[in-house]
């Protein structure tokens, strides 16, 4: 079956610790984006990549990183200078123009 | 101002009820409209989409778009307790990835038997 992974489901992070999530797609899409959603504010846009090797930030990619190395891999480092990494992340690959296909999500959470 | 406004609600209604989901936008160069559906602690799924203006049916529910007005609608009939979720509206200059999305906050339903 064709889709996007993401993992892991649940992450917690100590204060000053960078952590990474995954973000893995079958799909054979160029474009993958990733998101975060917080409690009444919607999905917004951290990082967006159209092509391997190539990326872009988005409206909030202070403190996060990614890289592109394989078209099938996007994953997302929230590094300690992410002051309120509590959230749920989604990661998205896009094929045709409404072809936004989500991953299930990973929760990250402060400890 | 947001370009995309949503009412979180929650909205609650009982079964059976015809659900009226609503946005307004800003930019009017918005062309691809999307809905999506997303269950508690889940990514969220295409529903429905359009391009430009006008009205799209699938099953119990219908998507508008009206873009004089800058106003798109989601209807859905006969409401299950299934349809419980949040429903997420999404839009877009241009298809594909090489535009980004913009979405609403996100509209909370519940439906109880």
């Known amino acids: 079956d064709g889709g996007i992974t993401q993992s892991p489901k649940y992450l917690f992070r100590k204060e000053g610790q960078n952590v990474t999530l995954s973000c893995e797609q079958n799909l054979n899409h160029d474009a993958m984006y990733w998101y975060r959603q917080d409690p009444g504010q919607g999905l917004r846009l951290i990082y967006y990549?159209?092509?391997?090797?190539?990326?872009q930030k988005g409206d909030i990619a202070e403190g996060y990183s990614v890289s592109r190395e394989k078209k099938e891999s996007f994953p997302l480092t929230v590094t300690s200078a992410q002051k309120n990494p509590t959230a749920f992340y989604l990661c998205?690959?896009?094929?045709?123009?409404?072809?936004?296909?989500f991953g299930s999500g990973t929760r990250l959470t402060v400890v | 101002q947001k370009e995309v406004e949503q009412d979180p609600g929650p909205l609650s209604v009982p079964e059976g009820a015809i659900v009226s989901l609503n946005c307004t936008y800003s930019?009017?160069?918005?062309?691809?409209f999307m809905w999506y559906r997303q269950y508690s602690r889940k990514g969220p799924e295409l529903l429905m989409y359009?391009?430009?203006?006008g009205n799209k049916e699938d099953g119990r529910f219908t998507a508008q778009v009206d873009k004089s007005s800058k106003y798109i609608s989601l209807f859905i009939r006969d409401s299950q307790p299934s349809d419980s979720a949040t429903y997420l509206c999404a839009m877009s200059e241009r298809g594909g990835g090489y535009n980004k999305l913009i979405f609403g906050a996100g509209t909370r339903l519940a439906v109880h038997p």
């Open positions: 359009t391009y430009s203006s």
């Open positions: 930019n009017s160069a918005f062309q691809y």
């Open positions: 990549s159209q092509i391997v090797n190539d990326f």
């Open positions: 998205a690959s896009v094929g045709g123009p409404y072809g936004y296909t």
